[in-house]
């Protein structure tokens, strides 16, 4: 082979970048999903419950990632971590924060004390880590510190067929999925260690605002079950759902040991949190993840810093570090009014953001802006962020193929990738609305479950 013609040779991007755009095949089998989803269950129930509540939750097919975005994936969730282990960065993102967020609960904390980091706390379980991908490009677009779906991920790759030979290598293996389980089990035993707590976990608490009410409901039941069949006790409850008795927070005649904190109430301010807020700051139950992760990972203003080279340098951010982040995190700042004018002039290549927004409400592209809403960005807390278009992933259609968006979800802890999955939609935003679209695994050479292993 010539120089000039290895040189015409495709990269690993543009080959995986290709088949999100030439391969059709199917590989969820639906009957499969079906059965593993009444098994997951241990009673009948689960899999109509799916196609009633969310029958787009799952794709039918794939989203292929080469091997670098994945790896570039890992070493930003690092580098945010190297961050956010800093006093510095700390001080000021608490400082910007309710109260509430400078309360640290833990080993050696005292009531009220405020957050530092000497003494060990929990960190908060299931961080969801969002990028776009187009051509390479891969920009992080915001952090969760209550992303849903990883259960359901771990059910979908289940569910996982070859159309070919070639596919066979890339479909998550069996072990990668116990793995995957065996993990997230071992971290909320992992943040009741670090709450300080003798003796063993035993009974955890699962909750959202009308959590039978939630399009992801059945996530919490898979959960449940994961858990029993680790010989913990588990419950699916509302925040206004429990007692206070004999200094502990219970649930019926269960004593709740920590709570799995799915609320969107990130500070705990509404009334019906109340109950929940006292017992967490009384250190009667251990909540994971806590005001104090929400103000220091996912407050929007926090990409604010972390694509900014001189707010970086100031804080002494490591120079390897702040490429890490400047080179995967989209130019963001926070919506100022004395800089309408410029920011307007530039909306086109810009996405809006509320500071404390969650499941895309209230975002906008700045094309799609009208001047009514540009004033109600204006009057309430904003972020401007530089746009990055997502990815494409063709599927088949009834005519013709069909486009649909996609981004990448990395479930991470404790500085760690556990999962990475893709999500599949039309319209502005995720919606779990399309047709075709939901969860879709990634394939990669990458062992997409463990890519910080390659």
């Not at 290895?6 to 755009?21: G, I, K, T, V, Y």
């Not at 969820?28 to 939750?57: H, I, K, N, T, W």
């Not at 890992?74 to 924060?97: F, K, W």
């Not at 900014?308 to 100031?314: G, T």
Request: charged share 20%; aromatic share 10%; with cysteine.
């Amino acid at each position: 082979m010539t120089t000039e013609s290895a040189n015409r040779q495709p990269s690993d991007a543009q080959q995986f970048e290709a088949l999100n755009h030439e391969c059709f095949c199917f590989s969820l089998d639906r009957e499969a999903l079906a059965g593993a989803l009444e098994s997951e269950l241990g009673q009948p129930g689960l899999s109509a419950l799916v196609r009633e509540r969310c029958p787009y939750v799952f794709a039918a097919q794939p989203v292929f990632v080469a091997p670098q975005p994945l790896r570039q994936i890992a070493q930003v969730v690092r580098a945010v971590e190297a961050v956010v282990a800093m006093p510095a960065y700390r001080d000021r993102a608490l400082a910007e924060a309710p109260a509430i967020a400078r309360t640290r609960t833990g080993a050696g904390a005292s009531v009220g004390v405020s957050a530092g980091i000497g003494a060990s706390a929990p960190r908060g379980v299931f961080f969801g880590y969002d990028f776009h991908l187009n051509h390479g490009r891969l920009g992080l677009i915001e952090i969760n510190t209550n992303a849903g779906g990883a259960m359901l991920n771990a059910l979908l790759a289940r569910a996982q067929r070859a159309c070919c030979e070639a596919m066979a290598g890339l479909l998550p293996t069996p072990a990668s999925i116990l793995a995957f389980e065996q993990r997230v089990v071992d971290m909320f035993r992992e943040e009741w260690r670090l709450a300080g707590r003798e003796g063993p976990l035993a009974t955890i608490a699962i909750i959202d605002e009308h959590p039978e009410q939630q399009y992801l409901y059945p996530e919490f039941l898979l959960f449940t079950h994961l858990f029993l069949r680790h010989g913990l006790r588990a419950v699916i409850a509302g925040p206004g759902d429990f007692e206070w008795r004999e200094g502990r927070l219970w649930h019926g005649e269960r004593a709740i040991d920590l709570i799995y904190n799915r609320l969107t109430d990130f500070y705990l301010e509404q009334p019906a949190s109340a109950l929940v807020r006292e017992a967490w700051l009384q250190q009667a139950v251990v909540l994971t993840p806590d005001p104090r992760a929400h103000a220091l990972y996912a407050d929007k203003r926090r990409l604010a810093i972390f694509s900014d080279r001189a707010q970086l340098q100031a804080l002494g951010v490591p120079e390897p570090v702040q490429q890490v982040l400047l080179d995967s995190v989209p130019l963001t700042e926070t919506v100022d009014a004395a800089h309408a004018d410029r920011l307007w002039a530039a909306r086109r290549g810009l996405f809006f953001k509320p500071v404390a927004g969650y499941g895309s409400r209230a975002a906008y592209r700045g094309d799609k802006l009208t001047r009514r809403v540009w004033d109600e960005i204006l009057a309430g807390d904003y972020v401007a962020q530089a746009l990055v278009v997502p990815g494409e992933r063709l599927i088949e259609g009834q005519d013709a193929p069909v486009p649909l968006k996609f981004d990448l979800r990395a479930y991470a802890y404790a500085g760690d990738v556990q999962w990475v999955a893709a999500r599949l939609y039309q319209g502005q935003t995720t919606n779990f609305r399309t047709p075709g679209g939901g969860f879709a695994p990634v394939y990669s050479t990458v062992d997409a479950a463990a890519p910080t292993a390659a």
